[in-house]
């Protein structure tokens, strides 16, 4: 069990001012026994030249540039590849911690009947600096059928086997994949663990899909919980999504009118 494979998918386009900050902070963890599989959709802003320096990295498995219908299927064309015993994605803007896979590693190691593992997220700012805690909540699995969106992705590490019950990533959506995907953990019983060790830091910037388009997000979560739910319980979550939604609006007014 201490030899635990963690495979990352990395989904790329155009984030050529952050993605050598992402790719760095995998390759340097202290836990070695990784995998990265990157899957670029065509990127023409140069990153495509700076994957070029990562070619020859043995631990990376797989970069693949080629055209794609977003980010769905870029992380079902990484997915494919993965090998290891625990799996998650890293957005080609965010960063882990440092330590973060000796940390997973460890949790899953002493308990080995834990499906998903979620630690804290810190939201970070263009230049990494330090925003906010992530709002998550610690929920247990009966709770997803009364809550929008509760823990960050990047920060969520789950078993190889959990994935692969479940069928993977619905390529129905575009935007709450994780989401749906927690989503489905939760209903087929899957045991979650929850840190409060950090594990990894979200960015927030003007051209971040979260930002520029978070009506997309808001209605593919509405769509997920009221394909996914008790018909019955909808009315409460839209209640707990108003609430998220307001509080989402307010906080990107407060970022917008910050100077980092």
């Not at 994957?51 to 498995?61: A, C, D, P, S, T």
């Not at 129905?172 to 409060?196: E, G, Q, W």
Request: aromatic share 16%; with cysteine.
């Amino acid at each position: 069990m201490s030899s635990l494979k963690i495979s990352v998918v990395m989904p790329s386009y155009n984030q050529a001012e952050f993605i050598e900050e992402s790719i760095d902070s995998i390759l340097s963890q202290s836990y070695k026994n990784f995998e990265l599989i990157i899957v670029d959709g065509l990127s023409t802003d140069g990153t495509i030249e700076i994957l070029k320096k990562y070619e020859n990295n043995e631990h990376i498995k797989k970069i693949i540039v080629e055209k794609d219908k977003g980010q769905t299927d870029a992380l079902d064309k990484g997915f494919r590849y993965c090998s290891g015993d625990i799996f998650t994605w890293l957005n080609s803007d965010d960063t882990y911690a440092p330590g973060a896979f000796q940390q997973v590693v460890d949790i899953f190691t002493s308990n080995p009947d834990v499906d998903l593992l979620n630690g804290e997220l810190n939201v970070i700012n263009e230049k990494s600096g330090f925003i906010s805690k992530w709002p998550r909540k610690k929920i247990s699995n009966k709770s997803w059928l009364h809550y929008p969106q509760t823990i960050g992705q990047p920060s969520t590490f789950f078993t190889a086997k959990l994935f692969k019950k479940v069928g993977g990533i619905n390529p129905k959506y575009n935007y709450a994949m994780d989401y749906d995907l927690f989503f489905r953990f939760a209903l087929s019983n899957a045991r979650f663990f929850f840190t409060d060790e950090t594990l990894a830091n979200f960015r927030v910037h003007s051209h971040s899909k979260t930002m520029a388009l978070p009506y997309k997000f808001w209605k593919e979560e509405i769509s997920v919980f009221y394909t996914l739910s008790n018909k019955k319980l909808f009315s409460g979550f839209y209640y707990w999504k108003l609430r998220g939604i307001i509080g989402t609006i307010v906080r990107e007014k407060i970022l917008n009118s910050r100077k980092f």
